[in-house]
């Protein structure tokens, strides 16, 4: 499994393609397919959402760890949806861990809606910061916080929410996106892994020398979830 501690701030599994460039309803590449899944589009039916959302909640809860706690960057809209992919994957990865991971989706409440920058609306990190609230700060005083997003745009959701938990004093908070649209700050990435690994083998060379085999792990789980997304 990999440590998220080992993965950089900007970390993604997969590239998303968004709706507006798909060459007609279907989504262009199974990736896209999976994340419009989880985000329930009209296209999508609800065995497919089904699907999409377990898959998810497996591939994390095998692949990745060094967490305690884990939240959700919340929709744009006011007040959010508690039932969204991303929540109830966030929900299942606390459930699968028997009690090692506190469920704290709660910690984050969107209370000002932030319109879409396709109509115009201003998403910088302070309208983030000034749109969303934290509550429940004690489910995450302490803690390593897995932060996740379904899909990271220009990143200033996921840093603005990093920052408002970072007000509750957690240990350490670790954003995650599963996908980065590419529509806005778009990375290949092949050189997104390369990072990855380069840091999992500083990683061991400075804490584990000898190691090779949790070496291995980890990289076996960093090259599952890329497979997953091609």
């Avoid at 798909?22 to 899944?37: L, Q, R, V, Y």
């Avoid at 319109?115 to 390593?144: M, V, W």
Wanted: proline share 3%; glycine share 8%.
């Amino acid at each position: 499994m990999i440590d998220v501690a080992n993965l950089p701030h900007d970390f993604c599994i997969g590239c998303y393609v968004p709706r507006y460039l798909w060459d007609g309803e279907e989504p262009p590449h199974g990736f896209t397919d999976f994340i419009a899944a989880i985000k329930a589009f009209s296209i999508v039916d609800e065995i497919e959402t089904e699907q999409a959302i377990e898959n998810a909640i497996l591939l994390l809860s095998e692949n990745i760890c060094g967490f305690n706690a884990v939240t959700v960057v919340p929709s744009h809209s006011k007040g959010g949806n508690a039932h969204a992919g991303i929540f109830r994957i966030a929900a299942g990865l606390a459930e699968r861990s028997n009690g090692k991971v506190i469920d704290a989706t709660s910690c984050l409440h969107r209370i000002h809606t932030v319109e879409k920058l396709a109509g115009g609306g201003d998403r910088a990190k302070d309208t983030h910061i000034n749109s969303i609230q934290l509550r429940n700060p004690d489910f995450i005083k302490g803690k390593k916080v897995l932060l996740l997003d379904d899909v990271r745009c220009t990143g200033n959701s996921l840093a603005a929410c990093r920052e408002i938990l970072e007000g509750a004093y957690p240990k350490a908070v670790h954003p995650f996106a599963l996908a980065q649209s590419l529509n806005d700050n778009g990375e290949n990435l092949e050189t997104t892994y390369a990072r990855v690994e380069y840091r999992l083998h500083m990683a061991y060379q400075i804490e584990h020398q000898g190691l090779d085999f949790e070496q291995n792990r980890e990289q076996s789980a960093l090259s599952q979830m890329y497979d997953f997304a091609r």
